[in-house]
């Protein structure tokens, strides 16, 4: 994690927190502060074997991200996926996948279409003391309540896709 994240998972408190030059009040929320210029491992993750029919949204997100931040899951968002993971087995994914989430600044979860294995992404960011934002489009979808019951994780309900990326560059600072 970056010195300057912050991290606090108690929304039940405030905290005055001296972070460079500044003083800063913290409510009710975790605060990443993003300094200009500065390049993000992003960890994204989509459902790929629960439904793949958000693929080209996850690449608009994959593109905008790529900006100014590094996606180490970049492939989730490319068409021929299956052709990608059919040269892999099972435990390479795994093994690969946690890699990157180990090596993840942040995580970024597209929701809308429920997978088991976004799930476990999720729970394992969680264990691992990952920032976890989670999108999810309230037109089509509901979000299961052990997400959304979960105080650990911001979650993003959106209607429409410049919502979305509204909400991404004010996480990640992409458009200055």
Known sequence: MNAHCLKWHSKKQD??????????????EDVCFIQKGE?????????I???YQDC??????????KRKHKVLTEHIGRKDIDKIE????????YL???GWLK???IVIAECTTPSLGVGY???????????VHIFFDTTRSALSAMLTGDSYFHIHPYKNEKELFDELNRILNIED
């Open 49 to 51: 074997r629960g439904g």
């Open 96 to 98: 690969q996948d946690t």
């Open 15 to 28: 905290f005055i927190v001296w972070i460079g030059f500044g003083l800063y009040w913290i409510r009710d």
């Open 56 to 65: 080209d949204l996850y690449q608009r997100i994959i593109s905008y991200m």
């Open 121 to 131: 992404e999720l729970c394992y960011s969680e264990n691992h003391n990952k920032e």
């Open 39 to 47: 390049i993000m491992n992003i960890y994204f993750c989509g459902s």
């Open 86 to 93: 059919e040269k892999q087995t099972d435990r390479d994914i």
């Open 103 to 105: 090596k993840a600044d």
